[in-house]
């Protein structure tokens, strides 16, 4: 246990992330391209590769060392992949010690704890980049809303999607947006994934997904 | 809804999405990129060699200087062989002495950087001498 009473897990070394890298099957690719693709919009990235070597940076540059990007081995890689990217993709949007709360737990990927990604911010913030940043973070909150409302606006004609982003912004867990938005397992899947192709089309302007 | 909500809340709207992403099964990842004319393995190998080369450059990059006047043998060498000259050394390196082969990973999906950082650890053990090889 470290001090802070969290249990100390291996952490992947920087030739074990090169291994991984090769082991990803065309499917995980796959799924990583498309989850990339959906981080997109309201980000300062434009493509998902540019997003996704971000991360392997991220990561590379922690393996091994006390502070930076680790990936827990008893996590899986795609999930720890796309854990970070989203870290990457909200970057601007969070206090840089923010880490995840409670309310994304039940939004991180099938399988795994969202305690396990609870392992600190991408970088450590000085006070005096803090202060700093105090009007670029007013900033990004006001760029935020008008993502949500392009959001809203491109889904406007789609009563299931708004549904599921209304449901979700009033602080809703998937299992209770489905029950209070009274959709069936299908409807509520298919409804998740014209949001994730929607989102897709935002961010890559319409290009494949 | 305030601002701060509207951060946090854009980050498990993508979260939602990625779900989404992993919930696809290989045949509908395949009918999803056919219909958007993509080919999932083509593009599959291009991550895969972009994402090899991002960490291959970041270890090139995070090599640890102790002594800040150190400068490794590597980096005083003037210039590398072009790429298959260097490539045909560190390959006669290996042939001359396999135990060093345990690190080269067979020989197989090794990126230009990797072949220059592989050369590179080379010449900073002491198996190539580079003032013999040098441009």
Redesign the interface.
């Known amino acids: 246990m470290d001090s802070a009473g969290h249990e100390m897990k291996p952490i992947a070394t920087?030739e074990q992330?090169?291994t991984a890298?090769?082991d990803?099957?065309?499917?995980?690719?796959?799924?990583?391209?498309?989850?990339g693709s959906?981080?997109l919009y309201?980000s300062e990235y434009t493509d998902p590769?540019e997003l996704?070597?971000e991360a392997?940076?991220r990561a590379?540059?922690g393996a091994g060392q006390a502070k930076g990007r680790h990936w827990p081995l008893h996590v899986p890689f795609?999930?720890f992949l796309?854990m970070t990217m989203?870290s990457i993709?909200?970057a601007s949007?969070?206090s840089p010690t923010q880490t995840l709360?409670d309310?994304?737990a039940d939004?991180?990927?099938?399988g795994v704890a969202y305690s396990d990604f609870a392992i600190g911010p991408l970088r450590a913030a000085s006070t005096e980049e803090e202060c700093a940043t105090e009007e670029e973070r007013?900033a990004?909150?006001?760029k935020?809303?008008k993502?949500?409302a392009d959001?809203e606006a491109f889904f406007a004609n789609d009563e299931e999607v708004l549904m599921?982003?209304l449901c979700?912004?009033d602080g809703q867990r998937?299992r209770e947006i489905q029950e209070s938005a009274g959709m069936t397992v299908t409807q509520y899947?298919t409804a998740?994934?014209r949001?994730?192709r929607g989102?897709?089309k935002l961010g890559l302007g319409g290009e494949?997904? | 809804m305030s601002k701060r909500d509207d951060r946090h809340d854009l980050m498990r709207l993508r979260l939602l999405a990625a779900q989404d992403a992993m919930s696809l099964s290989a045949e509908e990842l395949v009918k999803e990129d056919k219909e958007a004319g993509v080919d999932t393995q083509v593009e599959a190998e291009r991550w895969r060699a972009s994402m090899r080369a991002t960490a291959a450059r970041v270890l090139r990059e995070a090599r640890p200087v102790q002594n800040t006047e150190y400068v490794p043998l590597s980096g005083r060498v003037r210039k590398r062989p072009d790429i298959d000259a260097l490539k045909a050394l560190v390959r006669g390196v290996f042939a001359a002495r396999p135990e060093l082969g345990l690190a080269f990973r067979d020989g197989k999906h090794q990126s230009d950087e990797d072949w220059k950082t592989l050369y590179d650890d080379l010449v900073d053990a002491g198996a190539i001498v580079p003032d013999e090889h040098e441009d």
């Open positions: 920087a992330i090169r890298i090769e990803l099957t065309d499917e995980d690719y796959a799924r990583l391209r498309r989850a959906a981080f309201g590769l996704m070597n392997i940076a590379m540059h795609v999930a796309i989203s993709a909200n949007t969070e709360t309310s994304l939004f991180v990927p099938e007013a990004e909150s006001a935020s809303a993502v949500f959001i599921l982003v979700l912004r998937p899947n998740r994934r949001l994730r989102l897709t494949r997904p």
